[in-house]
């Protein structure tokens, strides 16, 4: 969604008198919650429920994060490629030998851009499609067996919890062909 059109939701939502906006998207340094100067005179009035966009954008990079978990003992991760361009793509198909393989950006949610590929074929043509949407892929084995989503939350000691704590874990279900 464009800026304009994000602002321009966020001050439809403002004219009538929402108080509370959940920042339930893709957050990033300039989004119009962080950025908008049209928001200004009315900041204090209205509250954010979600992390604040400048601080959220570096761990929206997939890779980012797995590099950060991947320096920490006890993590153990599926083999992964990044792919930056055309080159680095044949490079890597040259020598990926294992399919089922996954193709997904390295920015986004949920499972948008997220493919599970059984060919080099059927990989290069999807990684091409999302190079030509984003500068960068990550390609990475296939991991079978049930998903989940672990939300961490900080910690907020009014609640009673002193420490970082996470919410129940969500199973997800109803993925079609992988």
């Known amino acids: 969604m464009p800026e304009k059109v994000r602002r321009g ?7 009538q008198n929402v108080t509370h906006l ?16 049209h928001l200004s005179s009315i900041s ?25 978990l991947r320096a ?15 080159r680095t793509l044949e490079n890597a198909l040259s020598k ?5 393989v996954v193709g997904k950006p390295v920015r986004g949610r949920g499972s948008y851009g997220v493919k599970v590929c059984r060919t080099p074929e059927e990989l290069g043509s999807h990684c091409c499609d999302l190079l030509s949407q984003q500068s960068h892929v990550i390609i990475e084995d296939y991991l079978e067996g049930q998903e989940g989503t672990v939300t961490v939350m900080p910690p907020s000691p009014r609640r009673g919890h002193d420490d970082y704590w996470a ?10 062909d992988g």
């Open 167 to 176: 919410v129940p874990v969500v199973e997800c279900f109803n993925h079609a």
């Open 44 to 68: 204090k009035d209205i509250k954010v429920i979600g992390q604040p966009p400048k601080l959220v954008e570096p761990f929206d990079d997939k890779n980012f994060v797995n590099d950060m």
């Open 9 to 15: 939701v966020i001050l439809q939502a403002v004219s």
């Open 96 to 100: 990926w030998s294992r399919y089922l």
């Open 72 to 86: 920490r003992p006890g993590f153990t991760f599926p083999a992964a490629e990044i792919i930056c361009n055309e």
């Open 22 to 37: 959940w920042a339930n998207t893709i957050l990033f340094v300039d989004h119009p919650l962080q950025a908008s100067s």
